[in-house]
T-cell receptor, first 115, second 114 residues
């Protein structure tokens, strides 16, 4: 049981390049999330998906797009990377059906550097 | 809207000493409360959660937290820390109905001094 799997683990981009961060979960969870973690700022929600086929903006969505490809996969795309998007990105999933509360499970993170 | 405040960005503690990491929250609706731990270069894992009932919640690795509704606090404690507790700790809240989104605090880096 892998849980939440993110790829890649590390990435260096040049300003203006595009890339997609991949996330997959094998826990049959309905909800999936993308967060970014920056020093002194905790985790900030970029986008979330409450169920397959739905996505909503979080706290810091500018410069990002997402796709909930199916129940398992939730990808994050940077169309034109900027140095301000240098961060560690975490994908998470949750489902209240399991425990009655939205306990989130996190991937190992993607460390992205934009130069 | 909801928010979480972790006043201490860094807490150094001697090994085997007690520790308290502070968390205060604000919300217009009832919430669930969580503490997550992040070990170096890893993702976050759940330490403990408060749903309802007893205000003292026990988690993994000897940690516990106490929910105080009047002070809107959910402080994390451990009576005796170990080197292996060195990590960053995040307090988080989510609504008890509707949206499942987690709102995180800015984190507290716990450093254990041998």
């Amino acid at each position: 049981n892998a849980g939440v799997t993110q790829t890649p683990k590390f990435q260096v981009l040049k300003t203006g390049q595009s890339m997609t961060l991949q996330c997959a979960q094998d826990m049959n969870h309905n909800s999936m999330y993308w967060y970014r973690q920056d020093p002194g700022m905790g985790l900030r929600l970029i986008y979330y998906s409450a169920s397959e086929g739905t996505t909503d903006k979080g706290e810091v969505p500018n410069g990002y797009n997402v796709s909930r490809l199916n129940k398992r996969e939730f990808s994050l795309r940077l169309e034109s990377a900027a140095p301000s998007q240098t961060s560690v990105y975490f994908c998470a999933s949750s489902d209240v059906r399991d425990t009655g509360v939205p306990e989130a499970f996190f991937g190992q993170g993607t460390r992205l550097t934009v130069v | 809207a909801q928010s979480v405040t972790q006043l201490d960005s860094q807490v150094p503690v001697f090994e085997e000493a007690p520790v308290e990491l502070r968390c205060n929250y604000s919300s217009s609706v009832s919430v669930y409360l969580f503490w997550y731990v992040q070990y170096p270069n890893q993702g976050l894992q759940l330490l403990l959660k408060y749903l309802s009932g007893s205000t003292l919640v026990k988690g993994i690795n000897g940690f516990e937290a106490e929910f105080n509704k009047s002070q809107t606090s959910f402080h994390l404690r451990k009576p005796s820390v170990h080197i292996s507790d060195t990590a960053e700790y995040f307090c988080a809240v989510s609504q008890t109905f509707g949206n499942e989104k987690l709102t995180f605090g800015t984190g507290t880096r716990l450093t254990i001094i041998p």
